[in-house]
């Protein structure tokens, strides 16, 4: 598939609560990331995750599907011009890549995910 979807992350209201509810319901791995305030979920299969406090005031708690690009910047502007808005302009991800988030024309929102080349 050349666009997989391969990162799925919760934005909580409750970390602690989530993280202890997800844990117990799937048997997922968490580990703490302190340096980016971030908990990864490791499945043992499928497209890794994540969680994180919900930086958006009086937003609920929320999933978010992310979809590989070469490029996010291409990608996004390509998305604007079918019609999307977007929500969170390139974000690096020290050491790991760039993100952008975008609402499609329906309203659904979706992240985009360019990884850093392998060293």
Known sequence: MPNPFVHVELATNDLPR?????AKLFNWKLKDEPDFDYTLIEPGSGPDGGMMKNPVPGVPSHWLAYVQVDDV??????????????????????????FVVIMDPTGAALGLWESMPAK
Do not use: R
Request: hydrophobic share 40%; glycine share 10%; aromatic share 12%.
């Open 18 to 22: 989530a993280k202890d509810f997800y």
């Open 73 to 98: 910047a291409a990608s996004a502007e390509k998305a604007k011009s079918l019609g999307a808005t977007v929500c969170k302009e390139k974000t690096e991800v020290p050491g790991f890549g760039w």
